[in-house]
């Protein structure tokens, strides 16, 4: 199985966030891309993070992104579309919509809509607040991307009851064998 990379959102994840039981979970066979500023997302650093995590991974990864991290990897592919094997991208925040991003993702603007060069599932709620229900359907279109709505599920992180999320495992495993 490919290894995984997890990459988290604004704000990083927390302790009981999916993302990191998923990382205590898969052991060495994931690493989690580290930030300088969480909370003041730098673009271009966030970009040459992200690039320099995949460098580092002994084959290529999947990706595991959550909320403004989903906007971060499909910049990245732009420029390294066939550096990775697949990628998980759940919630993906609305960086275009002021309504329901916050000034701190301006940066992230405009959202890429080319396919993405791997497979790649997108997982999103009826009722997050970062992103409608039809915008992120839209996303995963461009992308290429397979669409799995999970239903009223908020952001799908820890503060909406997401811990271990089987479902989420399941999609992630069925990236990591290709």
């Known amino acids: 199985m490919h290894p995984v990379l997890l990459v988290p ?6 302790p009981l966030h999916w993302q990191r039981l998923w990382q205590a979970e898969l052991g060495n066979a994931a690493r989690a891309v580290e930030q300088a500023d969480w909370d ?4 271009a650093d966030w970009v040459e993070r992200l690039e320099h995590a995949v460098a580092s991974m002994p084959q290529a990864p999947v990706l595991a992104a959550h909320s403004l991290s989903c906007a971060l990897v ?3 592919a732009a420029r390294h579309p066939r ?3 697949g990628a998980l991208l759940v919630a993906p925040a609305d960086v275009d919509s002021d309504a329901h991003t916050p000034p701190e993702t301006r940066a992230f603007r405009p959202m890429p809509a080319a396919p993405l060069a791997f ?6 709620s009826s009722d997050d607040p970062y ?7 839209v996303m995963a279109e461009h992308w290429g991307s397979r669409f799995v709505n999970i239903g009223a599920a908020g952001h799908i992180n820890s503060a909406a009851g997401f811990g271990e999320w089987p479902l989420g495992r399941l999609l992630l495993d069925e990236l990591r064998r290709g």
């Open 74 to 76: 499909v910049h990245w």
């Open 119 to 124: 497979p790649s599932i997108v997982v999103a």
């Open 83 to 85: 550096s990775i094997a």
């Open 40 to 43: 003041r997302p730098d673009f």
């Open 131 to 137: 992103v409608t229900h039809e915008r992120a359907a």
């Open 9 to 14: 959102g604004l704000g990083n994840s927390g």
